[in-house]
């Protein structure tokens, strides 16, 4: 699993022009990093503020396909604010960059939530240790 962490950190740091985006709206500092295990019915995983994501990479340790989710929100309960649903294929992985979120990343003004599901267009959790996540993603600018 560690191995599987490490290719997904050295792939997204070998992505130098993520790093110096400057997406809009301006965002403060530099690029950050989440990375999620197990996640599962009750555990999903969430930035509580908004911002722009830059690149997404999952890996689906189950034997059947899953879906990765983004939502603007703080909660995936709402499936409204669903922007993203990506499917993953049993035992493999999937990177989502800038061809698919844009050059300047995809933008989530009311907070970034992330999580793992068995449904492509709702939340229903897969089981714990489904999957393995890595986000790159910046919050943004506030005067």
């Given at each position: 699993?560690?191995?599987?962490?490490l290719a997904l950190?050295?792939?997204?740091?070998m992505?130098?022009?993520l790093?110096?985006?400057?997406?809009?709206?301006?965002l403060?500092?530099?690029?950050?990093?989440?990375?999620?295990?197990s996640?599962?019915?009750?555990v999903?995983?969430?930035?509580?503020s908004?911002?722009?994501v830059?690149?997404?990479?999952?890996?689906?340790?189950?034997a059947a396909?899953?879906?990765?989710?983004?939502?603007?929100?703080?909660?995936?309960?709402?499936a409204t604010?669903?922007?993203l649903?990506?499917?993953?294929?049993?035992?493999?992985m999937?990177?989502?960059?800038?061809?698919?979120?844009?050059?300047?990343?995809?933008?989530?003004?009311?907070g970034i939530?992330?999580?793992?599901s068995t449904?492509?267009?709702?939340?229903t959790?897969?089981?714990?240790?489904?999957?393995t996540v890595f986000?790159?993603?910046?919050?943004?600018?506030?005067?």
């Amino acid at each position: 699993m560690k191995a599987k962490i490490l290719a997904l950190i050295a792939f997204a740091l070998m992505i130098p022009a993520l790093a110096h985006a400057e997406p809009y709206p301006r965002l403060t500092g530099e690029l950050s990093y989440a990375t999620t295990e197990s996640l599962g019915t009750a555990v999903t995983d969430n930035i509580a503020s908004s911002g722009n994501v830059y690149h997404l990479s999952c890996y689906n340790n189950n034997a059947a396909a899953r879906f990765i989710q983004l939502y603007n929100s703080t909660d995936v309960n709402d499936a409204t604010k669903l922007r993203l649903s990506v499917l993953v294929p049993a035992t493999n992985m999937v990177m989502i960059g800038p061809n698919e979120l844009g050059g300047t990343g995809m933008y989530f003004p009311s907070g970034i939530t992330w999580g793992f599901s068995t449904a492509a267009n709702s939340f229903t959790g897969g089981a714990a240790a489904d999957a393995t996540v890595f986000v790159s993603y910046n919050k943004r600018y506030t005067p």
